[in-house]
Every structure is written in structure tokens, then in C-alpha cells.
């Protein structure tokens, strides 16, 4: 069993990590602004589950076939650096951001909220480097210890990039009874994730 004062440790370690902005807070910012509170929590929600399957392939050392296999790591990045221009361009297709205008359905938040974390290896690799720091083989079984861990940081997580995207909803919905605000909070959001595809397109392993 994870010893408590190890527990303690990580706790304000994984804080720390969930507390700097990245590609997960940046996402959910964007959908908070597009689509309100509703979707940024489920896409918050997402994003756990995301990085809760990598804890479990990097448990299962799995992970360290994307680490070792240069291929497997840009296949999975190019797929991921598609679905963000996917994303990117039904965003200012649909034009400005209206009081009227149907909002992202909260089960297809999380869905690209999950897809999203899945296809960045970049999460797998950290996974990989930061968790077994903490992992304590004689403690126990080290898959349980990295779904414990893994667990606490993704809790951690959903919870910081949920209020990112609850506050972007809140200032979203302020701004779209203004028709030039609407317009650009549109181009905010599709922006974001024409960002995060070039961030992601331009990542190297190391």
C-alpha cells in the first residue's frame, strides 16, 4: 500500500503541475467561451478520462512502446494535430457566438475533450517521467500505485481546468449579447485550437 507521507507528497506536486497552464486548460478555456459552462466541465471531464488511460497504458508499460518507437509517437501526434483543425475549423465556420446559437452538446465536449488528451503522447511521455518518482515497487502492486497517482493528478486536474472553463463560460455568456464580441469570441476559441494543433504539430519528444 502507498505509504501516507508519500501520498502527501505528490499531492502538492500534482497540484503544482494541474495549477500550470497547458494544452488541457487552453482547451477547456476555449470551450467555455464557445459553449458555456456545461461543456467546459464536460470536457474537463474528458481530458481526465484522457489522462486517465495514459496512467493505465504507462502501469501496464505500454508507454514505453511510444517512448521507444519514434513512428508510434508521430502517428499518434499527426492524428491528434488533425482533430484540433478539425475542431478549429467547424469553430469559425460556424461563425460569431450568439445567445441563440445552439451550444456544444456536452457529451461531444467530452468526447473531444477525451480525444484530444489521448492523441497527445506528450501526456504518456510525462506520465512516464513524473509518476514512477513517486512509485514505490516494494510498496505493492505498480499498476494499483500508478492508478492511485493517477487518480489524484487527474482529479486534480479536472477540477482546475473545469473553473478555467466555468469562468470563460461565465465571461462568454456576458459577452455575446454584444454582436462584435460574439464575432470575437468565435475567432478566440477557433483560434485556440488552431493554436494547440500548431503547439502540437511543432512538439518534440524530448
Known sequence: MIDPLTLLAFVPAALALNLTPGADMMFCLGQGLRSGRRAAVAASAGITAGCFV????????????????????????????????????????????????????AAR???????????????????????????????????????????VLSLGGFVINGLVGIFAGQAGRRLITNPVAGRWLGRISGGIFAGLALRLAILEKA
Open 109 to 151: 465536449a467530452f468526447r473531444s475533450g477525451f480525444l484530444v488528451n489521448l492523441t497527445n503522447p506528450k501526456v504518456i511521455l510525462f506520465v512516464l517521467a513524473f509518476i514512477p518518482q513517486f512509485v514505490v515497487p516494494e510498496a505493492g502492486p505498480v499498476l494499483l500505485q500508478f492508478l492511485i497517482f493517477g487518480a
Open 54 to 105: 495514459h496512467v493505465a497504458l504507462a502501469g501496464l508499460g505500454l508507454g514505453a512502446a511510444v517512448a521507444a518507437v519514434p513512428g508510434l509517437f508521430d502517428v499518434i501526434r499527426w492524428v491528434g494535430v488533425a482533430y484540433l483543425l478539425y475542431l478549429a475549423w467547424t469553430t469559425f465556420r460556424s461563425g460569431p457566438v450568439t445567445g441563440d446559437a445552439p451550444a456544444v452538446p
